[in-house]
């Protein structure tokens, strides 16, 4: 099944102390490209959460994650005083006060700007519990962006189906004109050293002529390349039904199509095939920017 790399995801849990949101955008890329942006304190899950959206989401593709947390409350830890260090602290600025008879203005405002006067008590975080809930809401988030990868992957295979459709009704048009166009090259070949050799009095070796002929007719042939189209069209089908992504795979392939497609354009001498495969290679090239952005 072909998936879009572009598509969005959210979820919410909404819990009594806090509410974690999850977000998950991700756009086309070569390869699988994960920026996930978490508040500080739960900045330790960003490995997990890349790899868990790897293994569960896409396997390739730009994606950006954002985790958010609104809190209820301000549970922020504990803060208390150093006295051993407060007490060091405010005999020092005594003595600097007496040594230099500078004035007393010592207060509690101007202790407090030594920020080593305090200690921080931080709660101590349950890290598996976390990651437990913050995996909770990933598995909420995923199945939406899954489903909007699924559903823009569906509209680009119709989209491409049509494509490839017209294409294989182009190429029947130029299998038309080819064939009769060999043939009345031959012909015309042919027609063309008989007069040359009669007019020069040189004897014609039937077998070598109609050799020659048929060589020069077999340079304009493009049957095989017609064949190789055609074999393209279906490998599309069946590369687009595979279960694992396929956006590597099809963007081969599109570029076979168009090489067999410039081949037939060279090789056929005819300006009405001309015509045709310029309309093909203007679907071609739409397929493939289609393709840039599949899975």
């Not at 072909?2 to 070569?30: C, P, Q, Y």
């Not at 390869?31 to 396997?59: G, H, M, T, W």
């Not at 699924?150 to 299998?175: N, P, Q, T």
Request: proline content about 2%.
């Amino acid at each position: 099944m072909i998936k879009s790399m572009t598509a969005f995801g959210r979820a919410k849990l909404e819990g009594e102390l806090r509410d974690i949101i999850i977000e998950m955008k991700s756009v086309n890329s070569r390869f699988f490209d994960c920026s996930v942006k978490l508040p500080r304190s739960l900045s330790y899950l960003e490995e997990k959460i890349k790899a868990y959206v790897q293994k569960n989401s896409i396997s390739r593709g730009k994606v950006d994650v954002y985790v958010t947390v609104e809190n209820h409350t301000s549970d922020i830890g504990e803060i208390a005083i150093d006295e051993v260090f407060a007490a060091k602290y405010v005999e020092a600025l005594r003595a600097l006060r007496d040594k230099f008879s500078l004035s007393d203005d010592i207060s509690v405002m101007s202790v407090a700007r030594n920020q080593d006067v305090f200690t921080y008590v931080k709660p101590e975080a349950d890290l598996e519990g976390e990651w437990e809930t913050v995996r909770s809401v990933l598995d909420e988030a995923i199945p939406g962006h899954k489903s909007m990868r699924e559903a823009e992957g569906k509209r680009a295979f119709d989209d491409i189906s049509a494509k490839i459709e017209h294409i294989r009704a182009l190429s029947d048009e130029v299998e038309k004109i080819s064939l009769s166009d060999t043939v009345g090259y031959r012909d015309k070949l042919e027609e063309r050293l008989r007069k040359i050799l009669g007019d020069n009095s040189i004897a014609i070796d039937e077998n070598r002529l109609l050799t020659e002929c048929a060589v020069w007719a077999d340079k304009i042939a493009i049957d095989e390349e017609l064949v190789r189209l055609r074999s393209h069209f279906g490998a599309f089908y069946e590369i687009a039904s595979l279960p694992e992504p396929s956006g590597r795979k099809l963007d081969f392939l599109i570029q076979e199509i168009n090489r067999e497609t410039n081949t037939i354009g060279s090789k056929a001498n005819n300006a009405n095939i001309a015509r045709i495969v310029v309309d093909m290679k203007g679907e071609i090239e739409k397929i493939r920017e289609q393709i840039q952005n599949i899975e």
